[in-house]
């Protein structure tokens, strides 16, 4: 064997394995416990050449290798409840990594060394949609690593997490080309740079004094584990529970805080027993003064038992009892996911450790309780991984935050540490103190800078108690949520189409026949034949297949689009529910939420497969396009993409509030309630997006028209008149019949008309 081959064999090893591995282990290495956060920086380093030299399979095989190093050196601690759960979520995450580096792969193969710099936006791309649906798990996002270096992590509060996420992937980059490029000064200058921006606004915002409270709260920690608390029941816990608390209370504080399932019994459901348990604890507060704020479990007998993970705030004096109800129930552990599509799985119990799977039901309210000095939220446990239901908690009304867990599952292993750490971004995201109490540990108070206090060791009681200063204002990130993730993941997005459609086209080039030749018929061609014309009923033949295609690709858009349709209801019943507008929607039929859904579905996978059914509509016209009309495939479809996207962003950003205000204010002071039957509501909603979308293609239409000699500026602008009459037409038929929402739309008509005579300029020029 050559010394050649055998060195090949040597670097196809090292691409397919040891660099993925390496990588894999040095981004683990970057979590708590170990304070080697930096190691984040460097951990992409090894997987550059990976997604530089693989493809296909390859590439994805060394992405999934890479974050089953990664995700078995950190999320190991879920095998001492269930080592199949923990490989299969391995498993299951590691796809996604596989996925990630083989789509970077495409754009580095699309793009070259331009599409390195897509890297960043595919990253966050990726680390938001973890964080949707039934099976989100946001648990080690990469910006968590930096938790130990506040001021680098301060732009959180306008990015959230995935900005430090973002500048992570970035540092490795430009590490990369301080490694490899000939111009290594221009690139340490960047290195600099990229470092003193966001640290020199951190260390502003830690300079900030912070208000001083008169809140005093203690966090209760009475260290029984899990199987013991199961075991041995109510009265051995209360009694663990009561000298603390009475501890706790004699510090002067006004909240008293145990942890998740702190009371083991169904509060509030009306049983003997269980009712007896929620007077003894209603007792302790009223002999002490305080409000107790604990976890436990609700029962509620609708249709069939439904069962909740809920927390209860107990005041002095009795009365009403008000809770919470876990929104993120943990998959598989505390329920199947999907239970409308998987509901046969849900009487299964997986057991492990003494741990017995639950059927709890999801939380939909965001609770905010009230007591003297302020209002909070709580979250349990895994709900304080997801960025967005913190924020949507201040967004109701909370003033500080507490986390409440029980942690002592994972014994002592990194799990403690890495969920303690993650409350650190939530302070900052919102600028609320971070309360957390956890069973067996770590509690800690977390300031709205991040900075962390009396942390508990694992496994011994504690009592800590703090002053917080409950706080009102919003950062971006309350007011602006997500925005950050979702626009590089949009970015991410329109790079890969603009990537995949140049495939496309090679691909269609090199089957494209030298001039002069017939090609073959052929069942599988991208174009019809060249050279000769083609019958009517082979017109008709190709029409067929492209739109079995394009209803393929709405299908998956549309399974895509179930999977969280829930998620996509809440976000399209967002504009019309502000603070003026309390209106209530209702449904009316009952087939009516079925056919809701099936609405969003529908439309949502048409919107999803817009580029791929551009795409097929250019390549039925193509064969009727000269040669040089046919290059501009990649810009019409990722303009027509992108110009979509900008008029469904001003319809749900701009005119569904505006309009759903408008049609609220005429029921004032006429004693009519605005109640709105949903379906027409969602239908409202889904048209102005769509026919928004469509309107803002007309920049896109003229410049094609004007490519092919059809527009041009002198013909759009003797027009102009008849356009605008046309516009507020149009307007009035595409619209609900209401003058403001034709105002609203014929506006931008008008402007996107002008626009297009400046484009038709300058293609024609």
Same mark, same amino acid.
């Given at each position: 064997m050559s010394d050649a081959i055998k060195q090949d064999k040597i670097s196809g090893w090292k691409l397919s394995l040891g660099y993925p591995a390496l990588s894999g282990l040095l981004m683990a290495a970057a979590f708590p416990p170990l304070p080697l956060g930096f190691l984040a920086c460097i951990s992409l380093l090894p997987l550059i050449p990976v997604a530089e030299n693989? *493809?296909? *399979?390859?590439?994805? #095989?060394?992405?999934?290798?890479?974050?089953?190093?990664?995700?078995?050196?950190?999320?190991?601690?879920?095998? &001492?409840?269930?080592?199949?759960?923990?490989?299969?979520?391995? +498993?299951?995450?590691?796809?996604?990594?596989?996925?990630?580096?083989?789509?970077?792969?495409?754009?580095?193969?699309?793009?070259?060394?331009?599409?390195?710099?897509?890297?960043?936006?595919?990253?966050? #791309?990726?680390?938001?949609?973890?964080?949707?649906?039934?099976?989100?798990?946001?648990?080690?996002l990469l910006g968590h690593s930096q938790v130990d270096y506040l001021p680098l992590i301060q732009v959180a509060e306008a990015t959230g997490v995935y900005g430090v996420s973002f500048w992570v992937v970035v540092v490795n980059l430009i590490a990369r080309e301080i490694a490899k490029s000939a111009r290594r000064g221009l690139w340490v200058g960047a290195l600099i740079l990229t470092f003193a921006a966001p640290l020199g606004f951190g260390l502003w915002r830690v300079a900030d004094p912070l208000a001083?409270?008169?809140?005093?709260?203690?966090?209760?920690?009475?260290?029984?584990?899990?199987?013991?608390?199961?075991?041995?029941? +109510?009265?051995?816990?209360?009694?663990?529970?009561?000298?603390?608390?009475?501890?706790?209370?004699?510090?002067?504080?006004?909240?008293? @805080?145990?942890?998740e399932a702190a009371v083991p019994a169904y509060l509030k459901s009306g049983r003997p027993l269980h009712n007896?348990?929620?007077?003894?604890?209603?007792?302790?507060?009223?002999?002490?003064?305080?409000?107790?704020?604990?976890?436990a479990n609700r029962y509620e007998a609708a249709t069939r038992d439904r069962y909740y993970n809920s927390s209860f705030l107990f005041k002095p004096g009795g009365g009403d009892l008000p809770h919470y109800d876990k929104v993120k129930v943990v998959p598989f552990g505390e329920r199947t996911p999907f239970p409308q599509l998987l509901g046969f799985l849900r009487d299964i119990q997986w057991r492990g450790g003494g741990y017995i799977s639950g059927d709890f039901e999801s939380g939909t309210a965001r609770t905010v309780f009230e007591?003297?000095?302020?209002?909070?939220?709580?979250?349990?446990?895994?709900?304080?991984?997801?960025?967005? %239901?913190?924020?949507?908690?201040?967004?109701? #009304?909370?003033?500080?935050?507490?986390?409440?867990?029980?942690?002592?599952?994972?014994?002592?292993?990194?799990?403690?540490?890495?969920?303690?750490?993650?409350?650190?971004?939530?302070?900052?995201?919102?600028?609320?103190?971070?309360?957390?109490?956890?069973?067996?540990?770590? /509690?800690?108070?977390?300031?709205?800078?991040?900075?962390? &206090?009396?942390?508990?060791?694992?496994?011994?009681?504690?009592?800590?108690?703090?002053? @917080?200063?409950? *706080?009102?204002?919003?950062?971006?990130?309350?007011?602006?949520?997500?925005?950050?993730?979702?626009?590089?993941? %949009?970015?991410?997005?329109?790079?890969?189409?603009?990537?995949?459609?140049? *495939?496309?086209?090679?691909?269609?080039?090199?089957?494209?026949?030298?001039?002069?030749?017939?090609p073959a018929l052929a069942p599988d061609r991208e174009l019809p034949d060249e050279g000769k014309p083609m019958p009517f009923l082979d017109h008709l033949e190709e029409l067929r297949w492209r739109i079995l295609k394009g209803l393929s690709a709405v299908i998956v858009g549309a399974v895509l689009c179930g999977i969280f349709v829930n998620d996509i209801l809440a976000a399209l019943i967002h504009p019309a529910r502000t603070e003026e507008n309390a209106l209530v929607l209702q449904t009316l039929k009952p087939m009516g939420m079925f056919m809701v859904k099936l609405e969003i579905v529908l439309v949502g996978g048409a919107i999803l497969a817009l580029p791929f059914l551009i795409y097929q509509i250019w390549i039925?016209?193509?064969? #009727?396009?000269?040669?040089?009309?046919?290059?501009?495939?990649?810009?019409?479809?990722? /303009?027509?993409?992108?110009?979509?996207?900008l008029g469904a962003i001003l319809a749900y950003w701009l005119v569904i509030p505006l309009a759903m205000a408008f049609f609220v204010g005429m029921t004032v002071d006429t004693g009519v309630a605005p109640q709105f039957d949903i379906g027409m509501y969602i239908g409202f909603v889904l048209r102005l997006l769509v026919v928004f979308g469509l309107v803002f293609e007309l920049p896109v239409v003229t410049f094609f028209l004007a490519?092919?000699?059809?527009?041009?500026?002198?013909?759009?602008?003797?027009?102009?008149?008849?356009?605008?009459?046309?516009?507020?037409?149009?307007?009035?038929?595409?619209?609900?019949?209401?003058?403001?929402?034709?105002?609203?739309?014929?506006?931008?008509?008008?402007?996107?008309?002008?626009?297009? @005579?400046?484009?038709?300029?300058?293609?024609?020029?």
């Open positions: 693989l *493809r296909g *399979r390859l590439a994805f #095989g060394a992405g999934f290798l890479q974050g089953a190093v990664f995700y078995g050196a950190t999320v190991y601690w879920i095998a &001492w409840i269930t080592p199949p759960g923990m490989a299969g979520a391995i +498993f299951y995450m590691a796809l996604f990594r596989g996925l990630f580096v083989y789509l970077w792969s495409v754009a580095w193969a699309r793009f070259g060394g331009l599409g390195l710099w897509l890297t960043p936006f595919l990253w966050v #791309g990726f680390e938001y949609f973890n964080t949707l649906g039934d099976m989100g798990f946001p648990w080690m001083k409270g008169d809140l005093k709260v203690a966090i209760v920690q009475q260290n029984v584990s899990p199987v013991e608390k199961s075991y041995w029941g +109510f009265d051995h816990n209360f009694d663990k529970l009561k000298p603390l608390t009475i501890q706790a209370a004699k510090t002067g504080a006004r909240l008293v @805080i145990w942890s007896a348990y929620q007077a003894r604890v209603q007792a302790l507060v009223d002999s002490l003064g305080i409000y107790l704020y604990t976890g007591i003297p000095g302020g209002k909070f939220s709580g979250m349990i446990c895994f709900d304080s991984v997801f960025p967005w %239901l913190a924020r949507e908690m201040v967004l109701q #009304g909370a003033e500080f935050l507490v986390v409440i867990t029980n942690d002592g599952w994972y014994k002592r292993t990194s799990a403690p540490y890495q969920h303690a750490e993650i409350a650190t971004f939530r302070a900052i995201e919102n600028r609320r103190w971070v309360v957390r109490c956890a069973n067996t540990g770590v /509690s800690l108070f977390v300031d709205p800078h991040g900075r962390q &206090w009396q942390n508990t060791e694992l496994f011994h009681d504690a009592v800590l108690e703090g002053i @917080i200063a409950p *706080r009102k204002d919003q950062t971006l990130y309350a007011r602006f949520g997500d925005l950050f993730a979702q626009g590089c993941g %949009l970015i991410a997005l329109m790079g890969l189409a603009i990537a995949f459609i140049r *495939r496309l086209e090679k691909a269609t080039e090199e089957r494209t026949p030298p001039e002069g030749t017939v039925f016209v193509a064969p #009727g396009l000269f040669a040089g009309e046919r290059r501009f495939i990649t810009f019409v479809i990722a /303009s027509s993409t992108v110009c979509f996207v490519k092919m000699g059809i527009a041009t500026k002198e013909r759009m602008r003797k027009g102009r008149r008849y356009a605008i009459l046309v516009g507020f037409v149009l307007a009035a038929i595409l619209t609900p019949p209401d003058p403001l929402s034709q105002i609203l739309m014929a506006l931008p008509l008008v402007v996107l008309y002008e626009i297009s @005579i400046w484009i038709a300029r300058f293609v024609n020029e």
